[in-house]
T-cell receptor, first 107, second 114 residues
Framework: KNEVEQSPQNLTAQEGEFITINCSYS?????LHWLQQHPGGGIVSLFM???GKKKHGRLIATINIQEKHSSLHITASHPRDSAVYIC?????????FGTGTRLQVFP | EPEVTQTPSHQVTQMGQEVILRCVPI?????FYWYRQILGQKVEFLVS????????KSEIFDDQFSVERPDGSNFTLKIRSTKLEDSAMYFC????????????FGSGTRLTVV
């Protein structure tokens, strides 16, 4: 069983839709990252959370430590949001990654 | 914004050859990592490095792999005798003293073993 599970694996949306990506984990963590990976392969950190909620532009990330669950929301989605979104948890001295959610937003 | 720089961006090598992947961390970062991503799979941890020594390594990081910081700036991953299954994207990542805060990834080196 994967220590970090994401759902859905694939997601398609029309421009303007509200998007939610979920992440559950089974290990102890000190922090959780939401990352974005574009087709070229590069990884960009979107958020680092240890509690509560963070907002950056149209992106909102929440975490519930007791339930070991985090969500990434995208409001008013746009085709440029198309990418793979990855949840990764910081455990001991390393990140443990989820398998990613591939998002495609169509005009 | 400070960047983690990786070179080369793409390397093709013959099976059995040695390769060295290079990373220039952000200047005040002290914690260094290598991760890899085989095509179509999730990113996997290889090794963490702090204070000039390995602090944790995965099962993947066997005797064919080594890391060092030879000149106090570059952070290198050496694969001694490459295998076909070493073909992957290799990412360097670093962060400062704030724990997981400020985690920054390099743009990756795509290694193809033929």
């Amino acid at each position: 069983k994967n220590e970090v599970e994401q759902s859905p694996q694939n997601l398609t949306a029309q421009e303007g839709e509200f998007i939610t990506i979920n992440c559950s984990y089974s290990v102890g963590i000190s922090a959780l990252h939401w990352l974005q990976q574009h087709p070229g392969g590069g990884i960009v950190s979107l958020f680092m959370l240890s509690s509560g909620k963070k907002k950056h532009g149209r992106l909102i990330a929440t975490i519930n430590i007791q339930e070991k669950h985090s969500s990434l929301h995208i409001t008013a989605s746009h085709p440029r949001d198309s990418a793979v979104y990855i949840c990764a948890v910081y455990n001991t001295d390393k990140l443990i990654f989820g398998t990613g959610t591939r998002l495609q937003v169509f005009p | 914004e400070p960047e983690v720089t990786q070179t080369p961006s793409h390397q093709v090598t013959q099976m059995g050859q040695e390769v060295i992947l290079r990373c220039v961390p952000i200047s005040n970062h002290l914690y260094f990592y290598w991760y890899r991503q085989i095509l179509g799979q999730k990113v996997e941890f290889l090794v963490s490095f702090y204070n000039n020594e390995i602090s944790e390594k995965s099962e993947i990081f066997d005797d064919q792999f080594s890391v060092e910081r030879p000149d106090g700036s570059n952070f290198t991953l050496k694969i001694r005798s490459t295998k076909l299954e070493d073909s992957a994207m290799y990412f360097c990542a670093t962060h400062g003293t704030g724990g997981a805060y400020g985690y920054t990834f390099g743009s990756g080196t795509r290694l193809t073993v033929v």
